[in-house]
């Protein structure tokens, strides 16, 4: 139910928040710099007690997490996208919470003073000059930028601060019961060792048969909702397609001949080396390390007495010019060998030639089919270019996709389009297409639509078709599949209920096929191409128990061997008692805040604008 200014709302109980997110909202915010303030007549989106609650605050709240999420993801978000995960109503209630505080601080009379403010301002770095010291021209200019007064963030750091010791006097002083960090470590710390059969068509008694004709057609009519095309729109379309046009496309001689000339570097490739060179401080070293190397040591002791990797001194591969002065005694090399010492810009040097890459020499006319082709296609990508303007003035003129193919050229396709199926019309995997054919609704007009690759097409929607069985014979290597992988699954279930009956009378699991054991594991262990439930059923069981697990693609028996409890003693014991100590105290800490702000809220009243928010956020849109 929608809520106006008059209408109180109680808060509800969020997750846990970070023990200083309070502290850190307006100053992370003024971080990054360039977030402007909210403006417009909008002041205020609500009250929690006698607080009202800033527009800009919250504006800016939600901007920032709205920047930390494109971020994570890597692309900008809008608000509409970020909405979908609740981010908004996070963001709200973060700020109610604040209000909370801030409420309850204006009660009894909490507050900072100048000096403690101060201080505060001095530590943060996007205030800091050259120096590394407070700078206060920096400052205004920060705040200037930011469309905010001194007074204005310096009043919501003092709240700031103020809120940091009413929420330090909540979380202190929290201690994890032990008995309650015992139990955790004797439940994270424990660890199982267990016996694996897995099972596969090979451990079967006799093959998965190749299924009839008969079975085929039982199998797609009993799990035909499997082979069943969903709601697809009919859609007409008409396309000019750059690989389509391109044969037609004439290109000359000359025009091949520049494109040989242009990408020629390509065409004709020098011979190169694979080249390291190690640089000495002078000439007589060089010549002493050279003497070495000649007398059998290796050139990777040289590489490493110089305090050197062989990465170091890396040159890639190298062509004659590359190597300057040095090119020719190195390419002199007929094969794998040092040159030198030789002068350098960096000092006399030797230089290891690891392998010869050999030069390549392709022909105009060798290079003319690829050449040719590319060409074409360019042309025809610019040919339709030139006839997007008039194939659009044409459908604004009422021109039908029929009269574009049989007048324009264009082909002219029906297809049945399903969003997002594999099975699609080829031209759905344009991007452009799709976007379009997902939302196209009858009646619409058809409009020239642009593809990456320089195509262009027009599209109809004729009428939707409900979801309809597709032929057995165009799935009928689907159907196939899925038959010998139900009737494999069926056959090694049987198989391994056989196997665990002929155990349980006495038979050992080891007789029964090849096993892996596994000792020492925990519930965060794993094992090689079992899946998790192997870990999961391990830690359900009595040592001795036998059980047959049964997951999509995966078919085993599991033995539980012993039963390891968590260790009494030991560093690893220690410290894992000691982290399950520190997250238990911080997790009874945050839920401790989170209940103090939600009575401080409760008693206080929340009063919220709608129509204040949706403002907001349509400006953030």
Known sequence: MAQDDDTPRKKRTGKSLGLWILMGLLIAGLGAFGVSDFGGTVRSIGKVGDRSIDADTYARALRQRI????????????LSQVQAFGVDAQVLQSVLDQAALDNEADRIGLSVGDA????????????????????REIYRMALQNNAMTESRFEADLRADLARSVLQGAVVGGFTAPLALTETLWSYVGEQRGFTLLPLSESDLDAPIGTPTDADMQAFYTTNIADFTRGEAKRITYVALLPDALAAAQTVSDADIQAAYDARVAEFVVPERRLVERLVYPSAEDAAAAKARLDAGETFETLVADRGLTLADIDLGDVSLADLGAAGPAVFALPGPGVAGPLDTDLGPALFRMNAVLAAQNTT???????????????????????????????????ATLEDLAR???????????????????????????????????????????????????????????PPTPIPLDRVRDRVTAAYSAQALTAALS??????????????????????????????????????????????????????????????????????????????????????????????LAQDAFTLFTGALAAEAGITLDQGAIAAVNAQIN
Do not use: C
């Open 494 to 587: 049987a198989k391994a209920i056989e196997i665990k009956a002929a155990v349980e009378a006495g038979a050992t699991l080891e007789s029964q096929g090849t096993v892996t054991q596994s000792t020492g594991i925990d519930r965060q262990g794993t094992v090689q191409g079992a899946p998790a439930d192997v870990i999961a059923a391990a830690f359900e069981m009595a040592p001795g128990d036998l059980r047959v697990i049964e997951v999509p693609g995966f078919t085993a028996l599991l033995r539980l061997d012993a039963v390891t409890p968590a260790p009494a003693e030991g560093e690893n014991a220690t410290a894992m008692r000691e982290a399950i100590r520190v997250q238990t105290e911080q997790g």
């Open 116 to 135: 403690v403010v101060a201080g505060e301002l001095a530590k943060i770095q996007s205030f800091h000059g050259l120096g590394g010291s407070f700078d």
């Open 407 to 465: 007048d324009e050229g264009m082909t002219l396709v029906k297809t049945d389009y399903v969003p997002g199926a594999a099975d699609n019309d080829p031209i759905a995997a344009y991007q452009a297409f799709a976007q379009v054919a997902d939302v196209i609704a009858e009646g619409d007009f058809p409009e020239a639509i642009l593809l990456d690759d320089g195509g262009l097409v027009a599209m109809r929607l004729d009428e939707t078709v």
């Open 364 to 398: 105009l006319e060798e290079a003319r089919p690829d050449l040719l082709a590319a060409l074409q296609l360019d042309a025809a990508r610019r040919d339709i270019s030139n006839r997007v303007e008039a194939i659009d003035d044409l459908l604004a003129g009422g």
């Open 67 to 78: 920047t930390q999420l494109s971020q994570q993801f890597g692309q900008p978000l809008t």
